[in-house]
């Protein structure tokens, strides 16, 4: 890293490196290593920032940072107090044109595994270069920023990407293959049989195992097995992801299409139908995702069924017939 990449770096960002850098080695920062964790995993630019006040290490131990002095600016570093001298003359030493020859961070690159909250509510994640991820229930990934590359892996379930532009490429690896984009909203549903990508904004290239290169536009859908060539569908908007709002809609569907539908977003059997069990009427409109058990009542309300609980599993029957052994 040289002086332009310490230059690049917002302004507030150095003087909250240099705060925790006083904070940390002023032997009293115990008691922050959780919030400075935080700090320095929420964006790339912090490693940056950090790595080199740590660099310059031998040079900052005379200017006496002080976490105890009076702030000049409480937002620096979540309220950490440095004197404003110090901050320039620490700002100063880089301005003198000494370059940062090693990274210490550089085999450190921000790291994270992110898990749906529980089996029955989704979750949505921040991420520090102002993306997000929801997670439909039980779902998982590891994601892994570095000073080149955005990646997400190991994708289990259903996942919506709403993905910030910061001239990095976003990558998400698939047991299939691999989509890259640069900014846009998409879907991938991963199950051990099959792969499939929705793009509602923007354009993404999914990148097959075979070397075929695929690019989606919004309102297309790509399914890609193990048994078959990836396969492109055109379809409306609204019909992808619209599970992230919390609600899933329906036009005209039988109550084994919904339950199959519902079982996708909860990433396991969580309905079931009763042998025998055949409503005559179809269901149309929109559903709450909130818990199974709320979704139960809306489907028994609606098709005139009951619905019992059983093991985390629950099965919708004829009125006052149990559930089948």
């Known amino acids: 890293m040289k002086l332009s990449d310490w230059q690049s770096i917002d302004e507030h960002v150095r003087e909250a490196a240099l705060a925790w850098h006083a904070r940390m080695t002023a032997g009293d920062g115990r008691a922050d290593d959780a919030a400075f964790t935080d700090w320095l995993t929420a964006d790339p630019a912090h490693y940056d920032a950090f790595a080199l006040v740590e660099a310059f290490d031998s040079s900052l131990d005379g200017l006496?940072?002080?976490?105890?002095a009076e702030p000049a600016n409480d937002n620096a570093a979540g309220g950490l107090a440095v004197p404003?001298?110090?901050l320039a003359a620490g700002i100063g030493i880089v301005a003198l044109g000494l370059a940062l020859v090693f990274n210490p961070f550089a085999d450190k690159p921000y790291e994270a595994q992110i898990y749906a909250e529980t089996d029955l509510e989704r979750s949505v994640t921040e991420l520090g270069d102002g993306s997000r991820i929801i997670l439909a229930p039980g779902s998982s990934?590891?994601?892994n920023y570095d000073r080149k590359t955005r990646r997400v892996s190991a994708l289990k379930g259903l996942a919506y990407f709403d993905v910030a532009g910061d001239g990095r490429?976003?990558?998400?690896?698939?047991?299939?293959?691999e989509v890259r984009v640069l900014g846009t909203e998409f879907e991938i549903r991963q199950t051990p049989a099959v792969t499939r990508v929705g793009v509602v904004e923007g354009r993404v290239a999914y990148e097959g195992e075979t070397g075929t290169r695929i690019e989606l536009v919004p309102g297309q859908l790509l399914a890609d097995t193990i048994?078959?060539?990836?396969?492109v569908l055109d379809t409306a908007l609204e019909t992808i992801a619209p599970w992230r709002d919390g609600v899933?809609?329906?036009d005209n569907a039988p109550l084994a299409e919904v339950t199959a539908a519902l079982n996708t977003y909860f990433g396991r059997e969580t309905f079931r139908i009763a042998p025998g069990l055949t409503p005559a009427n179809r269901f149309s409109g929109v559903l709450s995702l909130s818990t199974p058990a709320a979704t139960a009542q809306q489907l028994s309300a609606y098709f005139g069924v009951d619905a019992f609980e059983e093991a985390g599993i629950i099965t919708l029957a004829a009125p006052s017939d149990p559930p089948a052994e």
């Open 141 to 143: 990934l590891s994601i």
């Open 84 to 86: 404003w001298p110090a």
């Open 169 to 177: 490429p976003f990558i998400v690896s698939l047991a299939e293959g």
């Open 248 to 250: 899933l809609e329906f």
């Open 227 to 231: 048994a078959a060539p990836p396969k």
């Open 64 to 68: 006496s940072l002080d976490a105890e």
